[in-house]
T-cell receptor, first 111, second 119 residues
């Protein structure tokens, strides 16, 4: 079945470390997204990509970086510049008819 | 700028009660999509419905129904005869009109409504 795979499910980061969250889709969707969710909050857009080798900042891009070298993959790096990275991260993709699919999420904790 | 408001932060009901979750949105786009998602404690987002701005028909799916009214910019969600398994956080979301020729639909989410259904 087609879908989005996010890994790992849980991730722990030490202060000052960069970590990379994986997101892979086999839906042949052009667009991919990263959202962040904090407790009691809705999801906020970090980055999105419409095509390979192109991506745009969302509402809260500071301290994050992405790449889109393949259509299927859209990894997110949480850099040491992100001062409050503890959150739940969701990757998504969408078709040209706005059919959205979300991954199961990665819970990142700073230790 | 787009905005989605879910004024109800938490709702608690007893099983078999009907419950309505409110969603009010703001957008300057003439073409847009509205979504409802369910998020159980596991965290995964479960898709419930997608409605485009041209389709104001109300929809019913089993115990779920949706009332879309452009005149009041509202897209409310009703669960009939609620069950304990309906307990979750429910999100309403709005997409921008996609970029010309593209497939990008950025979503703006409300803050969610925590629904607790007690036995």
């Amino acid at each position: 079945d087609g879908g989005i795979t996010q890994s790992p499910k849980y991730l722990f980061r030490k202060e000052g470390q960069n970590v990379t969250l994986s997101c892979e889709q086999n839906l042949n969707h052009d667009a991919m997204y990263w959202y962040r969710q904090d407790p009691g909050q809705g999801l906020r857009l970090i980055y999105y990509s419409q095509i390979v080798n192109d991506f745009q900042k969302g509402d809260i891009a500071e301290g994050y970086s992405v790449s889109r070298e393949k259509k299927e993959s859209f990894p997110l790096t949480v850099t040491s510049a992100q001062k409050n990275p503890t959150a739940f991260y969701l990757c998504a993709s969408s078709s040209r008819t706005a059919r959205y699919t979300f991954g199961s999420g990665t819970r990142l904790t700073v230790v | 700028a787009q905005k989605v408001t879910q004024a109800q932060t938490e709702i608690s009901v007893v099983e078999k009660e009907d419950v309505t979750l409110d969603c009010v949105y703001e957008t300057r786009d003439t073409t847009y999509y509205l979504f409802w998602y369910k998020q159980p404690p596991s965290g995964e987002l479960v898709f419930l419905i997608r409605r485009n701005s041209f389709d104001e028909q109300n929809e019913i799916s089993g115990r779920y129904s949706w009332n879309f009214q452009k005149s009041t910019s509202s897209f409310n969600f009703t669960i009939t005869a609620s069950q304990v398994v309906d307990s979750a956080v429910y999100f309403c979301a709005l997409s921008e009109e996609r970029d010309s020729g593209g497939s990008n639909y950025k979503l703006t989410f409300g803050k969610g409504t925590l629904l607790t259904v007690n036995p």
